[in-house]
Structure formats: C-alpha cells, structure tokens
C-alpha cells in the first residue's frame, strides 16, 4: 500500500504541470494550428483512456469495500452467537468475486487499449512548449496504466479454495493444519489475506475450537483492507480530478 503513494505523488506532479502548461496561450495556439492532425487526436483520446481506466479502477474497489463491510456486519452478528455469515461467505464466493474479476478484466482491456495509443510521431513540426506538453501527457498517461495495474495487484483474487476430502483422518489433519497456516501468515497483498481468511472461516465449522480465533482473525484483516481501499478511493479522487481537469482544458482548446 505504501509503495503507491509515490507514483500518485509523481502522477498529481504531471498533471498540474500539464495543466499549467495548457493554460499558455502559446500551447493553445500551437494545439489548435495542429488539432487535424492525428497525434493531436491521440493525446485527446489519450485523456479520456485515462479517465475511464480511473472510473474503472474506482468501481473495482468500490465492489471490494462494499462486500468488506457485509462481511464485517456479518462477522459482528456471528460473534454474537449467529450464523448467517456462512451464506455471506457463499456470497462472497459466487457472487462478488465473478463481479470482481468481470470488472478488472473491463479494467485491463481499458488499460491494454491505453497502452496501444501511439507516441508522437510529428515532433520535427511543433513548437517547444507543445513538445512539452505533449510529453508530460504521455509520461502521464504510462503513470496512470502503472498505477491502475498495481491497484489491480492489490486486489488480486488468488486461487479458489481447494475442495477437501472428507473421508480420511489424513484429510481433516491437512485442513486443520491449512487453517493454522493461513492465520499465521503475513501475505503481501490484504486482498489474499482476506481470500485466506474466508477460507479459514469455511473450514473452520469442522473444528469448533478454531472458531473464535478465525472470527477475530478475520475481523483484523478485513479492516486493514477497509483501510487501505479507503485510502486509494481518496488517492483515486483526486487523480479523478486532475485527469478530469486536463481534459476539459484540451477539449476546451481544440473546440475554438
């Protein structure tokens, strides 16, 4: 989580320099004396790639937190002695993670599609202030697809639970040793964590003592996770706000 803030720092960077950049009168001439030209409709599409691959990235994490939340209300209504948080857990399984991942997968073709948008390739002709807005808004545009690709890392759902057998001693040793495991590991992404911690949650309805320290267990990770989402959604906004500020400023220029 820490390892992001750098490149939203890096990316507000670039942003406000291009916008500053775009309010020159001499930037606006120039942009306007070549908006037929094709490189001019790659940086403009450019900008809008960039907002929708945001819009997306904000819709992934939003499926996440809210299905922390469920899962943290059902957590609290089980530690009071309930028992519906096993039909949230199937929910979680059949439900939000199709969603999840049919999301990210809009995310990555977004992304991909960003990624095939060409440099310029008419520099010899343009002006050296235009040469560099056009380069701050490409180095923008490859933070961008930098950070919306490490936000999907983070979020990464990890392998589906294994089916256990239920015939052998054998088998329920495995289990109970898997559930010890997982409540002992420090994983690098909190997305696995609580992937991990879904999974003990199941397997541990065999094994009654391990009940109460999975819930407790489960409860710390999901609120780390709420944390960290929290903290990208509001990194994400203000991203939001730039990418929607440098558009605005080109399609305001290129519609005199």
């Known amino acids: 989580m820490e ?16 916008n500053g950049l775009l309010r020159s009168s001499v930037v606006q001439q120039e942009l306007v004396q070549f908006r037929d030209k094709r490189w001019v409709d790659e940086v403009a599409e450019g900008s809008l790639g960039m907002l929708d691959a945001c819009g997306m990235t904000r819709d992934v994490l939003l499926l996440v937190k809210e299905h922390v939340q469920d899962l943290q209300s059902s957590l609290r209504r089980r530690s009071r002695g309930e028992s519906c948080v096993e039909n949230r857990l199937g929910t979680y399984n059949n439900i939000c993670r199709k969603r999840m991942k049919k999301e990210m ?24 202030n235009l040469m560099v807005v056009v380069s701050v808004l490409i180095e923008a545009r490859r933070t961008t697809i930098s950070i919306a690709e490490s936000i999907m890392s983070f979020v990464a759902i990890s392998r589906p639970k294994p089916k256990w057998g239920r015939r052998s001693f054998i088998a329920k040793f495995m289990r109970a040793k898997r559930v010890a495991n997982v409540l002992e590991e ?15 949650l199941h397997e541990c309805n065999l094994f009654e003592k391990s009940k109460l320290p999975g819930i407790r267990s489960a409860s710390n990770r999901l609120e780390t996770l709420k944390v960290a989402v929290e903290s990208l959604e509001v990194e994400l906004q203000c991203m939001f706000r730039r990418l929607i500020q440098t558009r605005v400023s080109l399609l305001n220029i290129l519609n005199i």
């Open 3 to 18: 390892m992001l803030h750098p490149n939203f720092k890096a990316l507000g960077d670039l942003h406000d320099c291009a």
């Open 105 to 128: 997968l809009r995310c990555i073709l977004a992304l991909n599609s960003m990624r095939d948008i060409g440099g310029c390739s008419s520099s010899a002709v343009m002006d050296e």
């Open 186 to 200: 420090n994983r690098s992404s909190e997305a696995d964590c609580v992937d991990g911690t879904l999974i003990v």
